[in-house]
């Protein structure tokens, strides 16, 4: 919704509140406060997700023997340190499977549709791993859009074609052609008094392409 259709919405409202009052007068007007509490409200919560969508998260394990066989051979022509843990991740309206292990103490999430189609392949990374320019873009973005915040986590998230994506991770990591690179960025922050997770994806220059507000995250069964 635009801005400029929320701040109709609430002009008119108050208008109603004024006009209740005026013919009803005083008695009801604790009454009318409140309902007009609760739509300033919705249409605050509706303002909100103009800026960032909703992003609800529930992780469980499954095994390997339910996941999909492109998923599979996907992962086993990867080389880890750790075992490989499947997990089945459920959205609003989509679930996705997720694979998640460790090659050289850098964590790896390796994402599939249901159906085992590969989508990307996300390394979780210290912030100073990013490019200085690029950083100072992704910086001075949050910087605008939040007073305080903290850096909970940073993703590289390589996507792309899957047999190009896993050359580029086996063979040759100095050549990423035909691969989009983009950063992920978890933070925790807070607006009108709530405490907030906010997941924020950049481009590999820095480029600020989408965010979402994460409801729930199963944070005791995401482990390596």
């Known amino acids: 919704m635009q801005r400029k259709s929320v701040d109709t919405l609430i002009d008119y409202n108050v208008d109603c509140v004024a006009s209740f009052i005026t013919v009803y007068?005083?008695?009801?007007?604790?009454?009318?406060?409140?309902?007009?509490?609760?739509?300033?409200?919705?249409?605050?919560?509706?303002?909100?997700h103009g800026f960032s969508q909703a992003k609800y998260e529930k992780e469980f394990r499954i095994k390997a023997k339910d996941v999909p066989s492109g998923a599979l051979n996907f992962v086993d022509s990867m080389t880890f340190d750790s075992k490989v843990k499947w997990y089945k991740e459920a959205g609003f309206n989509?679930?996705?499977?997720?694979?998640?292990?460790?090659?050289?103490?850098?964590?790896?999430?390796?994402?599939?549709?249901?159906?085992?189609?590969?989508?990307?392949?996300?390394?979780?990374?210290?912030?100073?791993?990013?490019?200085?320019?690029?950083?100072?873009?992704?910086?001075?973005?949050?910087?605008?859009?939040?007073?305080?915040?903290k850096i909970e986590k940073v993703q590289i998230q390589y996507a792309g074609d899957r047999n190009l994506v896993l050359m580029f991770l086996r063979e040759n990591r100095n050549n990423s052609d035909g691969i989009t690179i983009s950063y992920e960025v978890v933070i925790s922050t807070k607006m009108?008094?709530?405490y907030l997770m906010l997941e924020y994806l950049f481009s590999e220059t820095g480029e600020y392409l989408q965010s979402n507000e994460i409801i729930s995250r199963r944070k005791d069964t995401i482990d390596y």
């Open 192 to 194: 009108d008094g709530n």
């Open 25 to 48: 007068g005083n008695k009801e007007k604790s009454i009318v406060i409140k309902r007009f509490v609760l739509v300033l409200s919705t249409l605050l919560l509706i303002a909100f």
């Open 94 to 149: 989509l679930v996705t499977i997720e694979s998640k292990a460790k090659y050289k103490k850098e964590r790896y999430s390796i994402e599939f549709s249901d159906k085992g189609i590969f989508q990307d392949v996300e390394i979780e990374v210290k912030s100073n791993k990013i490019p200085d320019s690029t950083f100072s873009k992704i910086s001075g973005f949050l910087s605008q859009r939040h007073k305080k915040y």
